[in-house]
């Protein structure tokens, strides 16, 4: 009898005097399905595979992917990856239908054969660019060569003139001779 007692005291609300709020219940939270479910129009699973990686915010996502490979074909390549690779899948999955949408013939690989081109032309481009930069380099070495030598050749020419123009009424001096005591202005004859 003491059961049925503690029973009914527990399923009786006890009401307390105090103005306390109520325990809190368990929360429960209410998430809307995943993209995949709500595209698949079924009930999304707690433990569904594609939420993780299709949210209710992205629908587009889920969609691109499904068009090319199919629901069924994702959750089977999902479920046989570890959790660590999955999102790196799901992210290739979706880049290559977006590629096979753009080009159904090649798909991803003719975007990486443009890619390859474009890197092939721009090392051409840039091969073009430091061939014309070497051949820049030498010009302006061989220009300032010449500049410098022409200055040199300048300076001589300003010290010959500043020597000849030094000389009394420019004639040149001989150095050869050393008897100082005969002048220009001496009489040669006696």
Not at 69 to 97: H, W
Not at 137 to 156: A, D, G, H, P, W
Not at 169 to 176: A, H, V
Request: net charge negative.
């Amino acid at each position: 009898m003491e059961s049925n007692g503690d029973a009914s005291a527990a399923t009786t609300p006890i009401i307390s005097s105090s103005s306390s709020p109520p325990p809190p219940l368990s929360p429960r939270v209410v998430l809307s399905p995943c993209a995949a479910c709500k595209i698949l129009r079924r009930r999304c699973a707690e433990k569904c595979v594609l939420a993780p990686y299709f949210p209710p915010t992205d629908p587009a996502k889920f969609t691109i992917a499904h068009r090319v490979f199919g629901a069924s074909n994702i959750i089977k390549f999902l479920q046989e990856l570890p959790e660590s690779q999955r999102t790196d899948a799901v992210k290739s999955m979706v880049y290559e239908a977006e590629a096979r949408i753009r080009d159904p013939v090649y798909g991803s690989a003719g975007a990486i054969y443009n890619l390859q081109r474009q890197v092939s032309e721009l090392q051409a481009e840039l091969a073009k660019a430091q061939v014309e930069m070497v051949n820049m380099q030498l010009q302006r070495s061989n220009l300032l060569e010449l500049i410098y030598n022409n200055m040199e050749q300048v300076q001589k020419q300003e010290q010959d003139n500043m020597s000849f123009e030094s000389n009394d009424l420019g004639f040149l001096e001989d150095n050869s001779n050393t008897n100082t005591s005969m002048l220009w202005c001496d009489p040669l004859w006696t």
